[in-house]
């Protein structure tokens, strides 16, 4: 588990990674955390993983890398995220999937945003630059409806409210109330975060996945539900 020094004055940034079966693009993704170009910037870095059950190495090849591992006693991308992020002790948390598609190596410059704009959540736009291959026309199209919905229900400008890499002030966002378990966490920390934080989107680069992809027609279906019912809420 992550701990925060009690003698250290620095703040603490967490690499934060969902993972199942990801061994194909584990290992490269956890190389390209640029930790020691945020530790010169005068914080703490921490990488973890947080693993739904993977079945193949995914676990064994985080720890060879020696960081954190937190295993989720339950599958489901946001279970894992919600019982992270409860457990994790720390100032700011940095997420993406463990599929090479996230561009973890401008951590700093998001970092820079975070602070310099007196952020406390930020959130990355993969249209901006989708590398070829990158996103299927079923993704895209399914991407966009979902963005468009959310956007319609909830009075917001996002451009894409289902991008899995964050920067956001842990303190802040343990005091959102996240509840849902499954994909449809991606758009609720999204529409949460806006409505109650100081929150902007940025641009990024999205490149192809490595290893296959967990999605599934039911999950944007589920996702599609979930952005109603949680209109009913806030
Ligand atoms: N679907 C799914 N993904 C999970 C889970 N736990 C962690 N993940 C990770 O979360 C990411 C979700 O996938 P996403 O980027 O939305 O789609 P994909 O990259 O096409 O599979 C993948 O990198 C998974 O490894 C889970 O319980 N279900
Ligand atoms: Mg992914």
Redesign the pocket.
Known sequence: MVKNSKTSTKKKVIFLL?????EEAISRTIDKIPIEKVRSMGFECEIAIVD?GSRDRTVELARLKKITVIQSPK???GF?YIYAISRLSGDIVITG???A?YPLEIAPNILDILIKENLDFITTNRFADLEKSSMSLS?YIGNKILTLVGNLLFGLRLKDN?S?MWCFDLNKVKKLGLENRD?AF?EEIKIRAFKKLKSKEIAITYRP?VG????NYL?ALKNFIFLFKLRLKI
Do not use: C, F, V
Request: no cysteine.
């Open positions: 969902p993972t199942l079966n990801e739904g599958k489901g991308y894992q999937d463990a599929d598609t993704h289902q899995g994909m991606s996945r296959k992809s967990k999605l999950h």
